[in-house]
């Protein structure tokens, strides 16, 4: 079964400046999927970058970007120029490639951190 | 863009009540997914449901949960007796493509059931 671990539940950063949120996640597989969440307050779940593993280049979302290390199984998220609204709880989460078989599209969610945004 | 929605926002029930929680995925959407959320904790899967059966289901969804999707419109999580510790968030997300691809799940805001 995969497994996906964020090891700081909390993390803080002046607003303007970049802050990191790591994620290292742990499967057999070699095709598969990773998504950043962001849940504010009001608990929705909002995507905010997602990552193929086929793929080597890193994906970016404007200000959000993820260095992902394929060999290691980590998948790390960038936010640069921090905003007030980038105040959140931030999941990392895994989904198999494989259609059917035993994980039939569903999301393997980490633990979260919850990021701080200091005026 | 295009919302799930779920009813209603918050659910208080008593210990050994059935409760149906409701959803609407976005209309043009095939598959469908539970999740459950308590309190300070992940995320967990609970169920995916595509052509009308379930898909996979995680070892939380037992004898007590339910899905439907009675009306091609809307789909249900039903418990069937609640107890303590169903107290969570419940999202309801859906997506148009299957899991082979890197195809967004659109989450709803979720549904708070309180068991007292």
């Known amino acids: 079964a995969q497994t996906v671990t964020q090891s700081q539940p909390e993390m803080s950063v002046q607003e303007a400046e970049t802050v990191t949120l790591s994620c290292t996640y742990d499967t057999s597989e070699s095709d598969y999927y990773l998504f950043w969440y962001k849940q504010p307050p009001s608990r929705q779940m909002i995507l905010v970058i997602r990552q193929e593993a086929y793929k080597q280049q890193n994906a970016t979302e404007n200000r959000f970007s993820v260095n992902f290390q394929k060999a290691a199984k980590s998948f790390s998220l960038k936010i640069s120029d921090s905003q007030l609204g980038d105040a959140a709880m931030y999941f990392c989460a895994y989904r198999s490639a494989r259609s059917g078989g035993t994980s039939y599209g569903k999301l393997t969610f980490g633990q979260g951190t919850i990021l701080t945004v200091h005026p | 863009e295009p919302e799930v929605t779920q009813t209603p926002s918050h659910q208080v029930t008593q210990m050994g009540q059935e409760v149906i929680l409701r959803c609407v995925p976005i209309?043009?959407?095939?598959?469908f997914y539970w999740y459950r959320q308590i309190l300070g904790q992940k995320v967990e899967f609970l169920v995916s449901?595509?052509?009308?059966?379930?898909?996979?289901k995680s070892e939380i969804f037992d004898d007590q949960f339910s899905v439907e999707r009675p009306d091609g419109s809307n789909f249900t999580l039903k418990i069937r007796s609640t107890k303590l510790e169903d107290s969570a968030m419940y999202f309801c997300a859906s997506s148009s493509t299957g899991p082979a691809t890197n195809e967004k799940l659109f989450f709803g805001s979720g549904t708070q059931l309180s068991v007292l």
């Open positions: 209309s043009n959407h095939l598959y």
């Open positions: 449901f595509y052509n009308n059966e379930i898909s996979e």
